[in-house]
Nanobody, 124 residues
């Protein structure tokens, strides 16, 4: 059973930075593509960033392009989301997800496994 555990969320001031981690266990992490999504209260879950199995192919949502960076360390079975220049509108629960196909997907239905989420709150 694949398990994903996010960490690194918290409260930060506008303009600050956070790095989220997603530790995977119970599966072949190195073949998974990894994605980050977020969901704010009263809104649908939205795509943030994704990275393919190799770490070479990445894709970012336009709302975070240039501010957020997704990466992975297959040796540690961990994916990361470095978030710089945070804004109040980035406030949400952030979820990591994995898909067995190994390729980037921007839709939540394209993912097989999900973490429990970590709260990110950006104060103005």
């Amino acid at each position: 059973q694949v398990q994903l555990v996010e960490s690194g969320g918290g409260l930060v001031q506008s303009g600050g930075s956070l790095r989220l981690s997603c530790a995977a266990s119970g599966g072949a992490f190195s073949v998974f593509a990894m994605g980050w999504f977020r969901q704010a209260p009263g809104k649908e879950r939205e795509f943030v960033a994704a990275i393919d199995w190799s770490g070479v192919g990445t894709y970012d949502a336009s709302s975070v392009k240039g501010r957020f960076t997704i990466s992975r360390d297959n040796a540690k079975a961990t994916a990361y989301l470095l978030m710089n220049d945070l804004r109040p509108e980035d406030t949400a629960v952030y979820y990591c997800a994995a898909n067995r196909r190994g390729i980037v997907d921007i839709g939540p239905l394209g993912y097989d496994y999900w973490g429990q989420g970590t709260q990110v709150t950006v104060s103005s």
